[in-house]
């Protein structure tokens, strides 16, 4: 039973069926694991042993009775950003540190049916800003290939577990690059699915026409099943689509000849590593072994992706974070003098500083005199964006580059200087201004640090990404490498 925590979803349900385990035997060794480095990782913020081991027990009885779901007493996390009932859902933030949700968000209530057990919630950057989880009110958390390094953000908290094998599998948001970023920087697959693809009904909003919901795993078969439980339509998100969710799983084994791959020339200029460069220049080689071909795409566009999602996201975020004013919902400043007083405190007090930046910037682009320059222009040249990728897929299937600029940066390098840290989504955030599916999948290594390969499709197509991400993973081995320290 020993390497239980190396294992991926599949690999461990083959051991649950044939009875070589039992789901509390696997989930007591995985809780093991996260008591013995949860301290030095800083991954989580809420470990949930006792209902945890419940589940487990429960999904052992519903086996041993021949029933239980897709995912039946297999293990897996989730951000802290996803609603749970009963249990704490903070965002990262001290202004939610003693809410206690209500109610599931709509995909915690579909893995908890088919099965999945719930080690926790994992920690992140304040309201899902950041690209470093350095703006987590709990602290940042550490990358396992080295701890004083980001693990990337804002699901840092989820990378870092499903690296450093305290799990095996791991929801997570993006609204810029929070899954596909981390995925990159720890080695692990980010799939960010199309926006309207799952519900965002439970998953506290950030930027809602940006925010999608995704997971984080170590091999595209593990995200392929979790995402075909977590996708689909939802009568509670009006922005969730009444598309039929294909069978990623069926889907993943079909050949990838002939598949033609865009390749983005601004992608590989001077703001890229150049030893990231060469990762990913190889692995674009290796899909060409594999039977695709790669075409030349222009999006001349594509370099205002990053000033125009800095306009959008604050936007939304000001308007979706002011019900947090210590009456509706948050902390609730003291003493409060008059109701004025009662407003600015207690946001004032729950609110870090780059969601305060990003609240204030927000209300300027949205404010009287500045909405048309600002707020109007981004979403036009929004369109602009969107139109680059859907002429791309008029000649390809899937376009493929970097997923972030640079490996993992030290801790503190970076988050006084917010554009520097900005940057670090240059490549992703194009996929969300458009709504297209993009997923990291692992590539490579620059100084012992892990690279990410990006891989956008058209919409609705994660079939396409993941089985891309199988393919690879079938012909390389990167995936399998891991972190020295949590072997
Ligand atoms: N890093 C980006 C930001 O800070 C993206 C965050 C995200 O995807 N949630 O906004």
Same mark, same amino acid.
């Given at each position: 039973?020993?390497?239980?925590?190396?294992?991926?979803?599949s690999?461990l349900?083959?051991?649950?069926?044939?009875? /070589?385990f039992?789901?509390?035997?696997l989930t007591?060794?995985?809780?093991?694991r996260v008591?013995?480095h949860?301290?030095?990782?800083n991954?989580f913020i809420?470990?949930?042993?006792?209902?945890a081991l419940?589940a487990?027990d429960?999904a052992d009885k519903?086996?041993?009775?021949?029933?239980g779901?897709?995912?039946?007493?297999l293990?897996i996390?989730?951000k802290?950003?996803?609603?749970t009932?009963?249990?704490?859902?903070?965002c990262g933030?001290?202004?939610?540190?003693?809410?206690?949700?209500?109610y599931?968000?709509?995909?915690?209530?579909?893995?908890?049916a088919?099965?999945?057990?719930v080690l926790?919630?994992?920690?992140?950057d304040?309201f899902?800003?950041?690209?470093?989880?350095?703006t987590?009110w709990?602290?940042?958390v550490r990358n396992p290939?080295?701890l004083?390094?980001s693990?990337?953000g804002?699901?840092?908290g989820?990378?870092?577990a499903?690296?450093?094998?305290?799990?095996?599998?791991?929801?997570?948001?993006?609204t810029?690059?929070s899954?596909?970023?981390?995925?990159a920087l720890?080695n692990?697959i980010g799939i960010k699915p199309t926006?309207?693809?799952?519900?965002r009904?439970?998953m506290?909003?950030?930027?809602s026409?940006?925010?999608?919901?995704?997971?984080?795993t170590?091999?595209?078969?593990?995200?392929?099943?979790l995402?075909?439980?977590?996708?689909?339509?939802?009568e509670r998100?009006?922005?969730?689509?009444d598309?039929?969710?294909?069978?990623y799983?069926g889907?993943l084994?079909?050949s990838?000849?002939?598949l033609?791959?865009?390749?983005?020339r601004?992608?590989f200029?001077?703001g890229?590593?150049?030893?990231?460069?060469?990762r990913?220049?190889?692995?674009?080689?290796?899909?060409?072994?594999?039977?695709?071909?790669t075409?030349?795409?222009?999006m001349?566009?594509i370099?205002?992706?990053v000033p125009?999602?800095?306009?959008?996201?604050?936007?939304?975020?000001?308007?979706?974070l002011?019900r947090?004013?210590?009456?509706?919902?948050g902390?609730?400043?003291?003493?409060? /003098?008059d109701l004025?007083?009662?407003y600015?405190?207690s946001?004032? /007090?729950?609110f870090?500083?780059?969601v305060?930046?990003?609240?204030?910037?927000g209300t300027y682009?949205?404010?009287?005199g500045?909405?048309?320059a600002?707020?109007?222009k981004a979403?036009?040249?929004?369109?602009?964006?969107a139109d680059d990728?859907?002429?791309?897929? /008029?000649?390809?299937d899937?376009?493929?580059?970097?997923?972030?600029?640079t490996?993992?940066?030290?801790?503190?390098?970076k988050?006084?200087?917010?554009?520097t840290?900005?940057?670090?989504?240059?490549?992703?955030?194009g996929?969300?201004?458009g709504g297209?599916p993009?997923?990291?999948?692992p590539?490579?290594?620059?100084?012992?640090?892990p690279?990410g390969l990006?891989?956008?499709?058209?919409?609705f197509?994660?079939?396409?990404l993941?089985?891309c991400?199988?393919?690879?993973?079938?012909?390389?081995?990167?995936?399998?490498?891991?972190?020295?320290?949590?072997a």
């Amino acid at each position: 039973m020993t390497g239980l925590h190396c294992r991926s979803l599949s690999e461990l349900s083959a051991g649950l069926d044939a009875g /070589e385990f039992s789901s509390v035997e696997l989930t007591q060794a995985l809780l093991d694991r996260v008591a013995a480095h949860g301290e030095t990782l800083n991954a989580f913020i809420t470990v949930t042993a006792e209902q945890a081991l419940a589940a487990a027990d429960a999904a052992d009885k519903a086996r041993a009775a021949g029933k239980g779901g897709a995912l039946n007493g297999l293990p897996i996390v989730h951000k802290d950003i996803f609603c749970t009932r009963g249990v704490k859902t903070s965002c990262g933030s001290k202004m939610l540190d003693d809410f206690v949700s209500p109610y599931d968000a709509t995909i915690v209530e579909r893995l908890a049916a088919a099965g999945a057990v719930v080690l926790g919630k994992t920690n992140m950057d304040e309201f899902a800003m950041g690209s470093s989880n350095e703006t987590s009110w709990y602290g940042a958390v550490r990358n396992p290939w080295d701890l004083e390094r980001s693990p990337g953000g804002s699901s840092g908290g989820s990378a870092a577990a499903v690296a450093a094998r305290l799990v095996p599998a791991a929801t997570a948001t993006d609204t810029g690059g929070s899954i596909r970023q981390p995925a990159a920087l720890t080695n692990t697959i980010g799939i960010k699915p199309t926006y309207g693809r799952v519900s965002r009904y439970g998953m506290i909003a950030f930027a809602s026409s940006l925010d999608q919901a995704g997971v984080i795993t170590r091999t595209a078969e593990d995200a392929a099943r979790l995402l075909g439980v977590m996708a689909g339509f939802d009568e509670r998100d009006s922005t969730c689509l009444d598309v039929p969710v294909p069978d990623y799983t069926g889907e993943l084994g079909e050949s990838i000849e002939g598949l033609k791959i865009g390749v983005v020339r601004q992608h590989f200029d001077e703001g890229l590593d150049p030893g990231c460069g060469v990762r990913v220049s190889e692995a674009i080689a290796a899909f060409e072994s594999l039977g695709a071909s790669t075409v030349d795409v222009d999006m001349p566009n594509i370099d205002l992706s990053v000033p125009t999602y800095y306009v959008v996201a604050p936007a939304e975020c000001s308007s979706n974070l002011s019900r947090f004013d210590g009456v509706r919902f948050g902390h609730r400043a003291e003493n409060a /003098e008059d109701l004025f007083d009662l407003y600015c405190r207690s946001r004032g /007090e729950g609110f870090g500083d780059e969601v305060k930046r990003r609240i204030m910037t927000g209300t300027y682009v949205l404010s009287a005199g500045y909405y048309d320059a600002y707020y109007l222009k981004a979403q036009q040249v929004r369109h602009l964006i969107a139109d680059d990728f859907k002429r791309a897929f /008029e000649k390809v299937d899937v376009i493929a580059g970097p997923t972030s600029p640079t490996p993992a940066f030290k801790l503190g390098d970076k988050v006084d200087d917010p554009i520097t840290m900005y940057l670090n989504d240059i490549y992703t955030i194009g996929a969300n201004l458009g709504g297209f599916p993009g997923l990291s999948v692992p590539c490579g290594f620059v100084d012992g640090l892990p690279v990410g390969l990006h891989l956008v499709g058209h919409h609705f197509d994660e079939s396409a990404l993941l089985r891309c991400a199988h393919a690879y993973q079938q012909a390389t081995d990167w995936h399998t490498q891991c972190p020295e320290d949590f072997a």
